[in-house]
């Protein structure tokens, strides 16, 4: 095992979570070849930095690649990849079930993160898959409602009084000192099972760009990741232009990549409609500024509106999103209009988890009414 | 293109939805061979009754069949066939993608379905990817919030008042008079659609036995058709015995079943947790028995306790479904313990739809409060 810093180069032997600089370690490339296989993980098996515990996947990943329409009016060839369809509805199965193949190998018994969403729910039914224990630390006004949908798999949900930004570090320190494995939003294990997205992207097409909703930095480190090995191993000649995609209402990233900074400040009352996405200072925010420096990729903001509009118009496609998933279509119809993505691209953009998990936020249509003597006339009235 | 009626064996030469005896039509068995293809339409192309329109798939189907724990202190084989990965999270999916692909190439300009759960949103999103209209019926105690996930797609979202029951056999007609192509929950396609999840065990594994959630019959004469044309073109050699499986509250097709009666009646007074199977009077409920006779399966009833029970159990295992998901599993124990299903058999379970449709309902773990400064403690001292 052998783990590096993307940001000042330290390189570690031992599953440590973040360097000493203060940066989150990541997994050496890694180089191979695709197998024939019925999942992501045995195709792709050289890539893993742990075996895979294949006969607890609950299915994960080898998501839907789905044509849109979208793409028609505005020039683009437009694919989007949609991680609805994972077991617990988001893209953090991936990583979570990478992590806990790890947690179990271990000899872990417990495990934990920080999260009231996608993640928390994810590390929840893993952690019942693996027979393992979970702590589950969420922010003090998480909704009961929304914590039904991580607590009903068993996991042990703590509801944290404080600085919820603070508990990102300290819960991994609580983790060691406990014997607890924490998997938060940039553990090593998670973002290496993010990879299997360019992976199966890679499989079906040959992206010009990939538009990623961007938080904590871990998803878009993790696809990141999986391209630059996808090339390091001969298997694509060129990597995509990826653009990370911020809401303006929290953009951290998109800032200091704006002001040219090498650092991430903390994004000040965080306002957004895409909660999934609203981290003030994401723990890979510095890592995720590297990238975009170093392979000239891009970050883009949009605004809730913007969001919204997107949300609806993907769900007219029959693909009902969270508001933060929507953030990649938000984006694009400004990035063709700048020219910043060009005419005949082909562009994925990734759904990362389902609407229904928000919902009570959501706007449904209006619902009209009629008996069922005068049905037809209102069928025949009807838009 | 031709239809034939299981209960008096009429035939038809066009698309109609019910012969005139008032069972349900169906297309005539298919044969033929499987080919290589990305996904269950293109490796079964010679078993549906039209074209699937495959540019506007939504990638449903070809979803993960799931080892489970679950069986192994039964002393069986149990897998878990996953079907909440679909893009709306329900089965009902690949009925609607294939129905729809005939309203497309019919001319159609609008659809419809009778349905307040998983179907309606299933074709409110699909009717919205194929720029269809949608006219979707519901009952009028159908809550704003369920209708939500409904209406986001861009279906109409009619509330009926009167006699629910009716309805489905009102909206055929008046689909007929309006040109509006109703997909109800036995339309012959949608039928044919279901048939996938038979094909795709199969490319898995040779199952004994098949638990299948059963309200209107529809999902169950998919599974059966599928497996019988299976063994009709050679690709199989026995059939799997197929077990219904309703909630006590409401098993009108059980009920008939082991009264030996060839008809079901009217269920009064349905009662159960498992709302999206409390169908009173399923208008595949005869053919479904007949199926039971001809090939000495089963028909099994679970209460509410027990469903409740499964449905935690399987979300123990990192798999958060319906109620009526769960009614697959509550019977398992039961047909175990009666020697019905015997000991090392390979079983599977359909998991219909997503736990999140019914959140509101699903009960959650306790859940505890901290304050940063005492989290060690707090953790210590937990389970």
């Not at 890539?47 to 044509?67: H, K, M, Q, S, Y």
């Not at 729910?121 to 929304?146: C, P, Q, T, W």
Request: proline content about 5%.
């Amino acid at each position: 095992m052998k783990l590096v810093c993307p940001i000042c180069g330290r390189t570690y032997e031992e599953p440590v979570q973040r360097c000493e600089c203060g940066g989150p370690v990541e997994f050496e490339r890694f180089t191979g070849e695709p197998y024939i296989g019925k999942n992501v993980w045995e195709r792709f098996w050289d890539f893993w930095p742990v075996e895979p515990v294949l006969e607890l996947t609950l299915g994960e990943g080898d998501t839907p690649l789905v044509r849109s329409k979208i793409g028609v009016e505005l020039g683009v060839k437009l694919y989007l990849k949609n991680e609805t369809a994972n077991p617990t509805w988001s893209f953090k199965d991936r990583g979570t079930f990478l992590a806990m193949s790890y947690a179990l190998k271990a000899g872990y018994r417990a495990v934990g993160t920080v999260s009231t969403g996608n993640m928390a729910a994810s590390v929840s039914a893993y952690a019942s898959r693996f027979g393992l224990d979970a702590k589950i630390l969420v922010s003090e006004n998480a909704s009961d409602e929304k914590l039904k949908a991580v607590s009903v798999y068993g996991g042990e949900v703590i509801r944290v009084r404080g600085d919820y930004g603070r508990l990102y570090f300290e819960s991994l320190k609580l983790g060691e000192r406990l014997g607890v494995y924490f998997v938060n939003s940039d553990n090593p294990f998670r973002i290496e099972g993010y990879k299997g997205i360019s992976f199966e992207i890679a499989e079906e097409i040959t992206p010009d760009y990939v538009l990623i909703p961007t938080s904590s930095g871990g998803l878009f480190r993790g696809i990141a990741k999986g391209f630059i090995e996808l090339r390091e191993s001969g298997l694509i000649e060129d990597l995509p232009t990826l653009i990370a995609v911020q809401a303006e209402g929290c953009s951290p990233i998109c800032r200091a990549f704006k002001e040219g900074r090498e650092n991430i400040e903390r994004f000040e009352r965080p306002e957004t409609v895409a909660k999934a996405i609203a981290n003030p200072y994401p723990p890979s925010g510095n890592a995720v500024l590297k990238l975009l420096r170093e392979f000239d990729w891009a970050c883009v903001t949009v605004s809730d509106g913007e969001i919204v509009e997107a949300q609806k118009k993907l769900a007219g496609e029959g693909l009902f999103v969270q508001p933060a998933s929507a953030t990649g279509i938000a984006a694009l119809k400004k990035l063709v209009e700048s020219g910043t993505i060009s005419e005949n691209a082909k562009v994925v953009s990734i759904l990362t988890g389902s609407g229904l998990k928000t919902l009570s936020h959501a706007e449904g249509g209006g619902i009209r009414e009629c008996p069922l003597e005068g049905l037809e006339d209102c069928i025949r009235s009807g838009s």
